[in-house]
């Protein structure tokens, strides 16, 4: 009682009388403080929020940057271009990504999305309030709207820095739809090291669509955000397990989830798919993504060039098989290992589907990394000479505008042509002329003078024109660089370009582009993917065939398969079992440039064409290497490997509407007389069939069996009629060095004089200059004292005797050999050779400087 009493208590009880009446104004001063104090910060992040640009990421999203997933035609992954950042990221449109990744992740990060401005007041409260208790970090604080602002803007972990990122989530929030902040959120925030965004994280973990995930995935990537190095399952399991469990729980806790649901996700263990080599096609890769294919390699798929691709395709199927991709950079590596005693550095390989030109192998080095050998260099697109891998198309073009057929006899002798640099006479690569030789020969044995000679009569401009159409475009000097050794690859093309032109062949003479890319994504400015697929391949046909452009005729075409394909013929030059005999039909040629710097072999099934090229990328010779035995073999391995992706199966039979089977005569390709004594079956067109002449380089002729000479008034016993080869001019005196059996030009002495006189030329017979050539140009040399000379040669038919060059109006008299040493006189000369009863050939100009 006396405490109650004091004289302290009854003060107070003084003071709280008094102040009783003023308490109602001090708290709603106080409130009105404390309301103040709450809400200033919320107005000041309003106005900073205001102040702040949105963005341009999310201002402009076709500036999206995606990392390029590349897969060949059956969806097999070959490796992922990372985006210009260095991370794999891949634009998924929140239609596409599924529930359970968005339920996984409001669960785990934030379950008031629904509700909030971007900031979270009530977490907030409840981070502070557990720091407070704990002091330490039991909770974040930070919404998903949060987390994109600092994905899309880092700042500092300080007040300042999170102050600045409030005010940007609310920005976004005003600006974009709840919808809207979610799929930007699962695209660029990062779900692992060098992982940018769920479906990038999703293809490379579990190799799957995100749409495809199950609740243990889906709980597991939505785990990663929170801690992407911590959570990274390539540095062990358990940790992402644990942290995948408690999202579970929370997904049940908040309904996202029911509860046999979340017990099988919590018993699924998290199992990685395998990883990948990463590395495949390269050189492909390379050339796709820089244009370097050009426009039909990829843009009819996308409808852009092929150069931007990188960074804007989230991915491309290429038309490559994989299997078959990995098994010629096998047979490469072996082949530049085999010849490295040889001096070959370097090997690549192009395979083509012909029904649609698509890709189907691309070895542009035999090993990339191989820094020595200059692996990183692209042998399928690198300018090379082509060697003899173009007479194909010069006698396909003569066939059309010369008359030529399969049975054509045409030069193999010495012959001259004038260049700007002066005469060029070609030679064979065995070192010998075959005088007389049908097409089909030259062509499957090679012979490079009868190819030069029909160059040389189709004219380079013409040539030229063909090959252009044909797709080799980097053939883009005038005629006159080239000249006729344009037949010998006397210019550089790309492989690709030379594979193309065969799969034309193929193709029955129909051109196509070659393709690259079949299907291709690219992600759009509303945040979804583009799609374009190439059409699917197949036999060859009208409608596979629709859009490309004839420019072979189809029959001429089909005639040179035949020859191509022609095992028999082409043994004279390359022997039985070569590399190109196959245990199925081919149709293939070989080249190699000047001074063994280039090997290549090229051919085709009705199916598949494959192209070769052997030899070193910085131009040195290899060792006496040719086609046959140095692009040859591979040749033969790679379509051995390509018949297992595409059985192989015969040529379709010439149409018997426009080409026809008959005999002809061996030597003259004519029509065979009696006296013909071998015998062939020919391909040509029917109208050439039709036309065929009889045989004129047979003649029976009655000699003497005592001595051989030709018969006149001898007694029956003592004449035999003996089968005789007949030649014009241009190869008489081939047929005479080589000793073919000629008819003898006199008569035999015992008996009386041949009727019609001795030694008179054949009825047509003709004589001609065979060098110089017209239009030579020859350079007299000052620092030669002696007397500078050239052998002027005639081609004279037998029965001839004598005969005449007329230089400059002025007759020489000659006789067999019929050539003669002139001493050069500078000026310009004309010249022709005459003979009595024969036919003077053109006269010839020349020059001597």
Not at 40 to 47: D, G, K, R, Y
Not at 327 to 352: F, H, M, N, Y
Not at 587 to 613: E, I, M, Y
Request: glycine content about 10%.
């Amino acid at each position: 009682m006396g405490a109650l009493s004091s004289p302290g208590s009854g003060r107070a009880r003084r003071w709280l009388a008094a102040a009783r009446p003023r308490l109602p104004l001090l708290l709603r001063r106080a409130a009105r403080i404390a309301l103040a104090l709450a809400v200033a910060p919320w107005l000041l992040l309003a106005v900073a929020a205001a102040l702040t640009k949105l963005p341009p990421e999310l201002a402009a999203p076709e500036e999206r940057a995606v990392s390029t997933v590349l897969l060949d035609r059956h969806g097999t992954v070959l490796r992922e271009l990372r985006a210009g950042d260095g991370a794999r990221a891949r634009w998924l449109p929140l239609a596409e990504a599924g529930d359970r990744i968005q339920r996984a992740l409001l669960a785990a990060e934030d379950r008031r999305f629904a509700v909030h401005p971007g900031v979270d007041p009530i977490a907030i409260a409840r981070a502070l309030g557990q720091l407070a208790a704990e002091r330490r970090v039991v909770s974040g604080a930070s919404t998903i709207t949060q987390q994109l602002a600092r994905a899309l803007v880092p700042r500092p972990r300080t007040v300042r820095g999170k102050l600045g990122e409030m005010a940007l989530a609310l920005r976004i929030e005003a600006s974009l739809s709840k919808r809207e902040i979610l799929e930007q959120y699962l695209n660029r925030v990062a779900f692992g090291p060098g992982l940018r965004g769920v479906e990038a994280a999703s293809r490379f973990y579990f190799d799957k669509p995100t749409a495809d995930l199950s609740l243990a995935e889906a709980a597991a990537l939505a785990s990663m955000p929170r801690g992407p190095a911590l959570y990274d399952p390539r540095r062990g399991a358990g940790p992402l397990e644990r942290r995948r469990n408690r999202v579970l729980d929370r997904m049940l806790a908040a309904g996202l989830a029911g509860e046999a649901e979340v017990a099988r996700a919590r018993a699924e263990p998290i199992a990685l798919a395998p990883r990948g080599s990463g590395l495949g096609a390269p050189h492909l890769v390379r050339a796709v993504l820089g244009g370097a294919l050009g426009p039909g390699a990829g843009a009819e798929a996308g409808g852009s060039g092929a150069a931007p691709l990188r960074g804007r395709a989230s991915s491309i199927t290429l038309t490559i098989d994989r299997g078959l991709q990995r098994e010629i950079e096998v047979l490469a590596q072996q082949t530049v290992r085999g010849l490295s005693d040889r001096d070959v550095g370097a090997a690549a390989v192009v395979v083509l589907e012909n029904a649609t030109g698509e890709i189907l192998a691309y070895v542009g080095s035999h090993d990339i990394e191989d820094a020595a050998g200059l692996g990183h260099n692209d042998g399928v697109l690198a300018l090379r000479q082509p060697g003899s891998a173009l007479k194909p198309f010069v006698y396909e073009l003569a066939m059309e505008q010369l008359g030529f057929t399969a049975a054509t006899v045409l030069p193999d002798v010495e012959l001259s042509f004038p260049t700007a640099e002066g005469s060029y006479a070609p030679r064979n690569y065995d070192g010998r002329f075959h005088g007389p030789v049908r097409l089909r020969d030259a062509l499957a044995s090679s012979y490079n003078v009868p190819a030069v000679w029909t160059a040389a009569a189709l004219g380079p401009e013409r040539v030229l024109a063909r090959l252009r159409e044909l797709g080799l475009g980097s053939l883009d000097r005038e005629p006159s660089r080239y000249g006729v050794a344009i037949a010998l690859g006397d210019g550089e093309v790309r492989l690709v370009d030379l594979a193309n032109a065969y799969a034309t062949l193929a193709r029955g003479g129909v051109y196509l582009p070659v393709r690259a890319v079949r299907a291709l994504s690219l992600a759009s400015p509303a945040g979804g993917a583009v799609s374009a697929l190439a059409p699917a391949g197949g036999a060859v046909s009208d409608v596979a065939l629709a859009g490309g452009a004839r420019v072979l005729d189809a029959a001429r075409a089909r005639v040179i398969v035949d020859i191509l394909a022609d095992d028999k013929a082409r043994i004279a030059s390359f022997g039985e079992g070569s590399a190109l005999d196959l245990p199925f039909p081919v149709a293939a040629k070989t080249g190699t440039s000047k001074g063994f710097r280039d090997n290549l072999a090229v051919g085709f099934t009705p199916d598949v064409t494959v192209a070769v090229w052997v030899g070193n990328f910085d131009g040195s010779p290899m060792g006496g290497i040719s086609g046959i035995t140095g692009a040859g073999p591979l040749f033969r391995d790679a379509m051995l490997a390509a018949a297992r992706v595409r059985p192989p199966r015969p040529f379709d039979p010439p149409d018997p509407e426009h080409l026809a089977e008959v005999e002809v005569c061996g030597l003259s390709g004519m029509k065979p007389t009696a006296v013909c004594p071998h015998r062939r079956r020919e391909l040509l067109p029917r109208a050439d069939a039709a036309a065929l002449a009889p045989c004129d380089m047979h003649e029976a002729v009655r000699v003497d069996r005592r001595n051989g000479l030709r018969a006149g008034a001898c007694p029956d016993a003592a004449v035999e009629e003996r089968v005789f080869e007949r030649y014009d001019a241009e190869l008489t005196a081939w047929a005479r060095a080589a000793g073919r059996p000629v008819a003898p030009e006199d008569a035999s002495p015992l008996c009386g004089p041949l009727p019609g006189g001795d030694g008179v030329p054949p009825a047509g017979a003709r004589v001609r200059v065979a060098y110089p050539p017209d239009g030579a140009r020859f350079v007299l040399d000052p620092s030669v004292n002696s007397q500078q000379a050239i052998r002027l040669r005639a081609d004279v038919p037998p029965g001839v005797r004598r005969a005449r060059f007329v230089l400059d109006g002025r007759p020489i008299e000659v006789g067999p050999p019929f050539s003669l040493d002139w001493p050069l006189v500078a000026g310009a000369h004309r010249l022709r050779v005459e003979a009595d009863g024969a036919s003077a050939g053109e006269e010839i100009a020349f020059s001597v400087e």
